[in-house]
Structure formats: C-alpha cells, structure tokens
C-alpha cells in the first residue's frame, strides 16, 4: 500500500488517532483528550473540550518562538501603488490593540463583526482581532451590493461593522460608505456602531455618533491579550450562495478549523514555516479566509495579500512580478486568472523577464479546471500544478494531489483523490455507490472531518435540509461527478441553480428573483453558459406581461443594473433575452438544465416529461441570435 493510501485508510478507520495527533500542531491553552464528539449525529463537534486561542496560534506563538521579525505579511497593491510589510511582532501588536479598541466598543465574545473591506492590510487585523477576543467575524465581499450586505447584517445581526473608506477597481473606486449607509437602512437589524477605516484615494463623510475612525480607534485603545476559548466556539461566519437569494451562513468553529489548516499546510500544501506564500483570492471568499489569513499564519509563513488582477495591473505579468519579487513559492489562484494571463500572453513571454527559481508549486481552485489551462499552466511554469476541490462549507480542499504525503500524476480533468479525513463517494438515485466511472451525486460520507462546516448560523434546520437531508448519513456537495478505478475524483457540474462566475459562486434563482421585480416582466429564468474566460456567466430569459411594447434593449439594460445593484457587480450580469415563452414541464417545472446544454453545445434529450417541444425549438433559435447553440 503506498503512503497516501496508507494515511487516508487511517484517517477513517482511526479518526480519533488520527485527529489528535494533528491537533499537536495547533498550540492549545488545554489539549484536547478527545477528538470527536458524536453523541448528537447528524451534527458532530471535534475536540470538544480543547480550549485554544486561533488569534494566539496566528500571531503571538510565533513572536514567542522567536519569529517576530520574520514577515508575516506583504501587502503588495498595484491598485495603491504600494508594498508594505508587517513583522509578525507589528502584525501582532496592531492586532492587539484593535482587538482592544473593538473591545472599548463593547464588543464581546459571542458578538458578531461584519467586516465589510478591500484587499487591505486592516481587513486581516479587523478578522484576527474579532478572533483575539472571541468575537465572530462574517467578512462580506466588496464585489456585493448594499442588500447583499443587508441581508447579512439581518442574518448575523452584528454589534459592529468595520468597513473602508473605498475600494480600488481597475478604472473605478467604489465608495463603500454609500454602501453601508443604503445596507443599514434596508437591514430591519440596527447596527449602532461602525469603524471607518479611511484610504486616502476616497475618503468617507463619518456619521457623527455611529462611525468611529480605525486608526484613531487602534492608537488610543490598549493592547488586549487572546481570551481562552473553547475549540467549538465560533471563530467566523461566512455566506455563500445557496438555491434561494437567501445567503447560507456557513459557521466555522475555532479549534478543528486550525488543525485542518495546520494539517493540510503540511501534507496538501507542503509548505514550511518562513516560506512565503501567496493565495492570490479576496478575503471575502473562503480561499481568502483560509489560505490567505488563517493557514500561512498559523503555520508561521508569509503570506501574500496582493491588491490587483491577474491582468491590466499592468499586465499579465503581474503574477509573476509578485513571485520573483517576494520569493513566494507556490501561488493559489482560480483557472479564470491562468486563463485571463494565457489569453493576454498566450506564449508566456511576460514569464521569461522574471526570476521563478524559488517558485515550486501552483495550486487551482474554485472552479472546474479545464484541461487546457492546466496543461498551459504546466508547460509554461514547468512546475507542480495541483487542481483542487473544495466549497465555502468544507473550508478546505476534499480532494488534491498531497504533495506532503505522495504526488500522483495528474489526470487532467481531475482534482486527484480524497483529501484524508474525507471519504467521498458518487452515488447514484438509489443512494448508493454508482460503479467507478458512472457519474453520480458526490457526497462525503458523515462525520466531515475538523474544519468543515458544523451547522449553519443559527439555523440546524437549515443545515439538515440543505446538505443531510437527500442522502441520509452523508453531506451533499451539489456537486456531479464520478470516481475512476484508481479512485481519481472528477467533478463535472453543479447539481443544483448555483453557477460559478470567475470563481465566483453565485445563484441563479436569486437573479431570478431580481428579474422577477421588474415591472415589465411576467416570468423569468437564469441559466450559466459557458464562457471562455470566467468558465460561466449568467445570461437571462424574459417572458414580458401582455402589452408591453418597449423596446428590449432599454428592459434588458435595466435588468442587469437591477442585477448590479441588488447582487452586485460580481454577478456579470449583463445579456438576456426577451422570449415568447419558457420551455417547461408539464408540472410547470422550468428546463433550466436543457437550456444549459442547448446552449453550451453539449448533447441533450427532449425530455419526456415535456408540455410543449415546440418551445425548445424557439429557445434554440432566439440563443442563436447571441451567438450560443452554434451547432443546434
Ligand atoms: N469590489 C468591488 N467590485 C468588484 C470586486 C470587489 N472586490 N471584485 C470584482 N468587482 C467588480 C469588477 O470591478 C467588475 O465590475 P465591472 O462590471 O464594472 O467591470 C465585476 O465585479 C466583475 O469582476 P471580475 O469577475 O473580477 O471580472 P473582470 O472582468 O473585472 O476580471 C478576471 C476578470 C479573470 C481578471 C477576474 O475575474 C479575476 O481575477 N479572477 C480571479 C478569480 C478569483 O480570484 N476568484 C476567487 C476564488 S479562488
Ligand atoms: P465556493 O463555495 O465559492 O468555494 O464554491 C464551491 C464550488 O465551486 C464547488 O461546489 C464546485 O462546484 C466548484 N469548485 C471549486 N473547486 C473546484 C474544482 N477544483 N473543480 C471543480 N469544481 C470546483
């Protein structure tokens, strides 16, 4: 049997062997005796009665161990034109005394932090305050609009928010106070209390008596030290998309989560203490949570939190600028960015001019990998090129290649094997296993391991409905794939409304619902189609109420800016088409899927449960007209 066999078969067979062996990694004020705690199935706690600090094992450890001058992080912005680096002693002292200042707001243990910021160095140390004094942080992405955030302040209903003054787009800041302000007024939760934290590119109008300044704040408050906490409690709270525009609250516990990170920075990542790292995502996704917060620093690396694009800041070199200048050796990136790099340099020419000697690993995420990307990736880097499959809920990768433990070769089209500690299955509708290479719904047969999701926000029904529920003793990914006889996992596709945009996950039925707002509309549908560059983009279907006779250029516009207004711009919603009808069941089901793969090229059957044929024909013509459905 090799290692990698050898270390997953344990990981299942002895979990609590297994777990608390890892658990000597994180740095504990009292080790757990116990790894897990399965007396409530389905809902399991790891090391339930460890007591940690994640903030401490971030920061303060290392200044003990003599790390404290050592970069902790590099903040490197081509949008602020700057580079600043932070020691792990200043990293920990600024985190201490805005911990204190949060602190002086009355902001305890148990109390929710909305933090609602760019890619600045104040978004990690609002986070890893929050985490100092046990108060739970939801960072919400700045690519958001204000009801986006609405609904998560209602959701979390937070004591404070912490957001920026501004955020830094190519060509355009975006002001997030009149964000927070328009958020605020739709949320039904008051929130009494704000931190500004002022850039000097847009400055923001402070509320008297709500908006407290950042830097004030920190240089008056005293440092603060870690408070003990238990390894159940909640470190974060971070929304993702689900089936509804409701947002799903995923929780993240404290103790597991930092042995997860711990384990897989050592035998995913293989990557050392000193190193430094570069997770090239947004702290308002979860790679940006795990890989570039939590995991590097609690490993004792640098890591990497990079202001910019793949491409156009200034160009698709840009990447490999960061790498040679800040010796990072190894990138984590979503394929979008390596397929935004090969369309701009598709002969790599901009990778020639820079040093990438100590440059070893690139991981992918986020998003399928397309083979083609993969195999450019990997002969123009002539590196290690790991995809990996992972989601907002698991918190970090279920299935890579581990170059800690053994290095596979790559199939492309795979994300590898099962990550130890998950045991993935594709099962068929009979809920059982299918036969390798049929594809099936891919589960994780219960217990997730530490680090995964252990409910959502104040919300078990929730969680049951949505991931236990279909398939009973597993987690539902909501994703389709299938196993091969060396137990290499593919994941296809989304088995449910959600489609990823530049990595971005997003709903369709939430910009449905948005659609369905405007007045000329009488019925709607939202389908993602294949695009070269961000994998998927979202592209509308409008049914008009009898009557109306504007022209559909002004209604489609006005659509895709409710879009960006209400989801935000990240969504890229900007093409629909205005039908006669939609191609439904005859129990008044929409043909989503069929749409997709009419759409996209791919084979499909009319499907028997049909009402009307004659309407895929008419949905297959109007597609032609923006150019899908090419070979229909
Ligand atoms: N704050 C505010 N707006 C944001 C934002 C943020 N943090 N991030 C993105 N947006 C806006 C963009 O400005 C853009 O607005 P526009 O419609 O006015 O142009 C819109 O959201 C779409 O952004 P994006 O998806 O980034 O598309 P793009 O065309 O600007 O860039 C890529 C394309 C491929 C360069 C870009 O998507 C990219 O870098 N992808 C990497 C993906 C990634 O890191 N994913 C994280 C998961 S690992
Ligand atoms: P998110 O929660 O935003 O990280 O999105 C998770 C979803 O992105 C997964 O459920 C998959 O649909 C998709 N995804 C992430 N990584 C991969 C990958 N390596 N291969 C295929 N799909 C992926």
Not at 158 to 182: H, M, N, W
Not at 281 to 294: E, F, K, L, P, Q
Not at 519 to 524: L, N, S
């Amino acid at each position: 049997m090799g290692r990698y066999a050898e270390v997953h078969k344990r990981s299942l067979g002895d979990k609590e062997g297994f777990w608390l062996e890892a658990a000597k990694l994180v740095s504990w004020s009292k080790a757990p005796s116990r790894a897990l705690d399965a007396s409530n199935p389905p809902f399991y706690r790891w090391f339930p009665d460890g007591r940690l600090n994640v903030s401490h094992n971030c920061l303060d450890r290392h200044v003990e161990a003599g790390r404290g001058d050592q970069p902790a992080l590099i903040y490197d912005s081509p949008m602020a034109g700057k580079t600043e680096t932070y020691s792990y002693r200043e990293l920990a002292r600024r985190v201490a005394k805005f911990a204190g200042g949060l602190r002086s707001l009355g902001v305890e243990k148990g109390d929710r932090v909305l933090i609602y910021m760019p890619m600045v160095p104040e978004a990690v140390i609002a986070m890893l305050a929050c985490a100092r004094i046990g108060a739970i942080h939801g960072v919400v992405f700045g690519g958001f609009a204000a009801p986006e955030l609405a609904t998560r302040i209602d959701d979390a209903k937070p004591k404070a928010i912490v957001f920026c003054s501004c955020g830094l787009e190519p060509g355009r800041t975006i002001a997030y106070k009149a964000l927070v302000d328009q958020a605020l007024s739709i949320a039904k939760h008051k929130v009494k209390t704000c931190v500004v934290f002022q850039r000097p590119q847009l400055r923001a109008e402070p509320v008297p008596g709500r908006d407290i300044d950042f830097a004030d704040l920190e240089a008056r408050s005293q440092p603060v030290d870690p408070v003990d906490l238990a390894s159940t409690d909640p470190l974060y709270i971070l929304y993702t998309s689900g089936t509804t525009g409701i947002p799903k609250g995923v929780v993240r516990d404290g103790g597991g989560y930092a042995v997860a990170l711990m384990w897989s920075m050592h035998n995913v990542y293989a990557v050392k203490p000193g190193e430094v790292w570069w997770s090239a995502s947004d702290v308002g996704w979860v790679v940006g949570h795990s890989y570039i917060v939590y995991a590097p620093l609690l490993l004792g690396a640098t890591t990497i939190l990079y202001e910019g694009k793949p491409v156009g800041t200034p160009d698709a070199g840009a990447f490999w600028r960061v790498i040679a200048q800040h010796g990072a050796v190894a990138l984590f990136t979503a394929p979008t960015a390596f397929r935004a790099i090969k369309r701009d340099d598709p002969d790599g020419l901009l990778m020639k001019k820079y040093d990438l000697s100590r440059f070893r690993t690139l991981f992918l995420a986020g998003e399928r990998c397309d083979p083609n990307t993969l195999l450019w990736a990997e002969a123009q880097l002539k590196v290690s090129v790991v995809d990996h499959w992972w989601q907002t809920e698991t918190g970090w990768p279920i299935t890579a290649n581990c170059l800690g433990i053994e290095a596979f070769k790559v199939k492309p089209g795979s994300s590898t094997k099962a990550v130890p500690g998950w045991d993935v299955q594709a099962l068929g509708e009979d809920h059982k296993p299918v036969k390798p290479g049929e594809v099936g719904a891919l589960a994780i047969k219960l217990p997730l391991p530490p680090g995964s999701l252990p409910t959502l926000w104040q919300n078990d029904q929730g969680f049951l409905k949505s991931y236990l529920e279909e398939f009973p003793g597993y987690y539902k990914t909501g994703d389709a794939g299938y196993i091969d006889e060396d137990g290499y996992i593919f994941v296809m596709t989304r088995t449910d409304d959600i489609i990823n945009v530049a990595g971005h996950r997003l709903s369709t039925g939430g910009m449905e619902e948005v659609l369905s707002n405007h007045p000329d509309v009488a019925e709607c549908a939202v389908i993602g189609v294949a695009d070269e560059l961000k994998g998927q983009l979202p592209l509308g279907f409008l049914v008009l109420k009898a009557g109306v006779n504007r022209p559909h250029e002004a209604i489609v516009k006005e659509v895709a800016q409710m879009v960006r207004e209400s989801i935000g711009p990240v969504a890229a919603f900007k093409t629909a088409l205005v039908v006669k009808r939609l191609p439904k069941t005859r129990s008044g089901k929409i043909l989503r899927g069929t749409m997709q793969k009419i759409a996209d090229d791919q084979s499909w059957k009319m499907p028997a449960t049909i009402d009307d044929p004659a309407i895929l024909h008419e949905i297959t013509a109007d597609l032609k007209t923006v150019g899908y459905a090419k070979g229909a």
